[in-house]
């Protein structure tokens, strides 16, 4: 009894008699308990178009056989047995290109560093969620990402900063003493627990935009996608350690400001990756580091100084993705007029940093650059406008002036700084000079920084 061909078409009659061809005797075993794998394996054996004789006594073995050739683009013809249970089967190993691999979609190599191509320009929507390197059966469904353009996005550190990244996490009830943190005056803790305050305010926002973005990124670029996840990781971490230490000696977070969060809103509000990064990576996370290294040396208790040794390192890994970037865009975008334009905004990037970078009025619950009339719109406000804020780790040089004030200094000038001391006509309380200071003043809470 003859059997149907399979759809991948009529095999010709061989020359070669089928009794001289290798047999796999498949017996009982159905298609549906793993008898293709052992059909796959003897084929792999053959060259393209080497044929292989298939026996088997499983209730429909051969209609199984037929449409499993059909999927994977191998010839098939059938010779009568002493009787149907006992028909041969025929197969010839088709192609790589056969089947469902017909019309199949590169997508690159899955080492960046293999060479031109390897990461693509533009990854396509059809690409979906598949392994870059991978071929993409035709008609795949569409995912549409936003962030699938290179240029948008690419940085060729992002693989080693991630493999630093995953070398260097660190545990935070390991790692850190948390009983090395001797009880405080009263006016200094105070200072550390606003300080900190400050901080889980700034990390908050440093965890949700590049979360925001990872979900926005085509898989292609995986070795971004890995960085921005340890990224947000990292940030959870830090917001956990900072949590911890206003909670050690029993207290609740301080004041959050309303300036400080106008301006991480403007942050959150940034759609465009690139910028994103300058205002997130470069000024903001840039001077954090300042901030914690300075913390790390003259913080008044242990337990901080470790806490912010810790964050330190982590917070230059991620100034290092986002200017690894940056640099990236800006030698490859084309030339013209438009490159780099986005970066050159006048202004757009003055209230993004993170969140004291800019200092509210706590009488007005206004961001000093908000339009309308009060007291900060006067010729120091002016010069906020003309020079925009300076960064704050600035202000490092006048907190070392603070440590030689003892604990009064330190808590004066810590709560200066992050927003709660500084109405209308404040000015740092152990700057130099009178206030208000010029732009290039060292202490940047009394210049126009």
Known sequence: MAMPDSDSGALPASTQPASTLPVIDLQGLGFDAGAHLLVKHALAALPVGGQLRVTGSAPGWQAQLSGWCSDQGHGLRWEDGVDAAQAMAIVARGGAQAGRWRGAAQTGRSDARSGDGAVA???????????????????????????????????????????????AQWNADTDID??????????????????????????????????????????HYRELQAALAIQVADEARHIDVFTRRIRRHGREPALSTAGGQ??????????????????????????????????????????????????????????????????????????????????????????AERGS??????????????????PWRRPR????????????????????????????????????????????????????????VNPRSICCCSAAA
């Open 121 to 167: 320009a533009q990854a396509q929507p059809f690409w979906g969620l598949a392994a870059r390197g991978a071929q993409v059966e035709a008609g795949a469904p569409a995912f549409h990402f936003r962030l699938s353009d290179k240029l948008q996005v690419w940085t060729g550190s992002a693989s080693d900063l991630y493999a630093q990244a995953v070398a």
């Open 178 to 219: 948390w009983n090395d943190a001797p009880e405080l005056p009263a006016p200094v803790e105070d200072a550390i627990v606003q300080l900190m305050t400050y901080m889980v305010e700034n990390e908050n926002a440093a965890l949700l935009v590049p979360a925001r973005f990872l979900g926005q990124l085509h898989p």
């Open 262 to 351: 106008a301006s991480l809103k403007s942050l959150l509000d940034e759609t465009d990756f690139s910028v994103a990064g300058f205002l997130l990576s470069v000024l903001g996370e840039g001077t954090f580091v300042h901030l914690l290294q300075f913390l790390q040396t003259e913080a008044p208790d242990p337990l901080t100084r470790q806490i912010c040794r810790l964050a330190a390192r982590d917070e230059a890994r991620h100034v290092a993705l986002g200017m690894s970037h940056l640099l990236y865009r800006l030698q490859h975008e084309p030339a013209g007029p438009g490159r780099g334009a986005a970066l050159r905004q006048p202004g757009r990037h003055l209230g």
């Open 357 to 374: 970078l800019r200092r509210p009025d706590p009488h007005r619950g206004r961001h000093p650059h908000s339009r309308g009339p009060g």
């Open 381 to 436: 406000a002016a010069a906020h406008a003309r020079h925009g804020r300076r960064p704050f780790f600035q202000a490092a040089a006048a907190g070392v002036r603070a440590r030689a004030c003892g604990a009064a200094g330190f808590a004066a000038y810590a709560q200066f700084h992050v927003g709660t001391r500084n109405g209308p006509g404040a000015r740092c309380p152990v700057a130099i000079g009178p206030a208000p």
